[in-house]
């Protein structure tokens, strides 16, 4: 039997439970393992479900249980999985419930590649990972269908930017060490419009406190 994601929260343990996934569809969902880099203890090359990416665009949603997330919708060739992009800025989200930005960007040059997605959140509990298998492909973005927001969720883009430092591969969920801070006007990723990509670090696990630096720059992005 199908559950949605609405019936699903009500089965997860609010204080323990962190983000679902829904679209496109996830490499796997460990809620205990979600801390897990770099997606949430699946394999990161998994290709039991791929989904067309188009690069006009895709909608990616998701559903929390936080009071505030900050998003980053990343992707990195099948072949080269530690050189990931940013598809698009930094997402602030208040509110707890379902999110869906309708039309998520790939890279031009991707087209006919294999790729995977990676949703990161850090939340009040972390950073947390899920993923999705992807093939990039020419034509039109796809249609949003049912891609709505929670009633009590906001939404918009800040200037925040994502570092994930050292050499390790995994975390231990609450525990997790990575650390985020917000970078200048050169960030350590490209957009998805860029042409080159700086190589991503995994996961520091030396006792560092996870960080996210600097205050929120609201650049007025609106969800349906």
């Not at 997402?91 to 991707?110: E, H, K, L, M, R």
Request: hydrophobic share 40%.
């Amino acid at each position: 039997m199908l559950l949605n994601s609405a019936c699903l929260l009500t089965l997860l343990p609010f204080a323990t439970a962190h983000f679902l996934l829904n679209t496109p569809p996830t490499i796997g969902f460990s809620d205990d393992d979600e801390g897990t880099y770099p997606c949430g203890s699946f394999n990161v090359t998994s290709r039991k479900t791929v989904t067309d990416f188009p690069i006009a665009g895709l909608p990616i949603s998701v559903t929390s249980t936080h009071p505030e997330d900050t998003w980053f919708f990343r992707a990195a060739l099948l072949n080269d999985t530690e050189n990931w992009v940013d598809l698009l800025p930094a997402i602030s989200q208040q509110g707890t419930g379902d999110f869906c930005n309708p039309s998520v960007p790939g890279p031009a040059a991707w087209e006919g590649e294999d790729g995977v997605v990676q949703i990161v959140a850090i939340a009040p509990d972390g950073f947390l990972f899920q993923c999705a298998a992807v093939k990039f492909v020419r034509g039109s973005a796809a249609a949003s269908g049912s891609c709505k927001n929670g009633t009590k969720v906001s939404a918009e883009f800040t200037n925040e930017k994502l570092v994930l430092n050292a050499q390790t591969t995994s975390t231990g969920g609450s525990e997790a060490t990575e650390t985020a801070t917000r970078t200048g006007g050169s960030a350590t990723q490209t957009s998805a419009s860029g042409s080159t990509t700086t190589p991503n670090a995994a996961v520091r696990r030396d006792g560092g406190p996870a960080v996210l630096g600097g205050a929120l720059g609201v650049l007025g992005l609106l969800f349906i």
